[in-house]
């Protein structure tokens, strides 16, 4: 079975485990998350050794030029020696602010300390630490001057239990990223967009939103946001201002399921882009409602939240 070598530990794969499981079985702390290559938390470097290409899929060409990898999905094919990712793959940032959007959704903005390049809608890494890392879509337009983040409180979550109850301004953390490909872009300004997800879903939908609104896009906007009570619809006020500001914005809150109400609205969605975030499940439910309502596939990007494992 092969080698790893991370920093002064030596581990030694069982069959068919991941590196990820094999540095976490040997107590080699190593920060994570969804422990399904999803995230990018756990990215590290090979320095020496062979990965295969699927432990670097959706990375960057410059971080895989340098040997980046995730070790939560990779069986290596040799011995490896590994590393921190390395210069240039994080960016060290401070947090300006946390203010309450609910009684559990916060809304964090963070001030990078050198310039990070991103697209309102991708997601970034957040590391509170080395070892605590996890990922949150970017509510936030690059001219908006900071990042914005909305963090949903979990039971024993330790990130956001760190970001409700003991981040204060000014504290350092670090940034990884952007991934994702759940952003407007410019070219078909009178095409359709359907957004629609549950929960802090809306903080992508809410960065695609925006930036289409200041690009000009001229054709109909849908917003849907659903959550299992009113308390969990947040930002309602700002979007009800952005609807009367641009009349080709609507904006549907709703309790009830989310796909239904989305179905009700809009039948037949040939023509439409759609942008889809929130909960895997609902995420998977719409986009194959959608599709089958007309939308092509290549027309639907979507970004579901899959939780932390620990």
Known sequence: MPTVSFGN??????????????????????????????????MLRAISGGIPESAQAGLKDSWRAQGCFLPCVCHP???????????????????????????????VHLAPEREFEYRPGQYLTLFASPTLARSYSIASLPSDGFMELHVRRTRNGLMSGWLFGEARPRDAVQLQGP???CFYTCGNEDQPLLLAGTGTGLAPLYGVLRDALSS?????????????????????????????????????????PIDRVVAAQ??????????????PAV??????????????????????????IL
């Open 9 to 42: 530990h030596i581990c030694q794969l069982q069959d068919g485990e991941t590196v990820l499981d094999g540095l976490l079985r040997h107590g080699i702390p190593v920060a994570h998350a969804c422990k399904a290559g999803s995230c990018g938390s756990c």
């Open 77 to 107: 094919i040799s011995d490896l020696t590994l590393a921190e990712p390395g210069v240039g793959a994080r960016v060290d940032a401070r947090i300006a602010s946390v203010r309450l959007l609910s009684a559990d959704v916060i809304r």
């Open 179 to 181: 991934l994702g490909d």
């Open 216 to 256: 000009g896009h001229r054709g109909p906007i849908m917003l849907f946001h659903g959550a299992l009570g009113p308390e969990g619809l947040y930002l309602g006020d700002e979007l009800r201002s952005l609807s009367s500001r641009y009349p080709n914005f609507t904006y549907t809150p709703t309790t009830d």
């Open 266 to 279: 809009v039948p037949k969605t040939t023509g439409y882009r759609a942008f889809l975030c929130g909960d």
């Open 283 to 308: 995420v998977q439910l719409l986009k194959r409602k959608i599709f089958l309502a007309g939308a092509a596939m290549r027309e639907i990007h979507s970004d579901s939240f899959l939780p932390a």
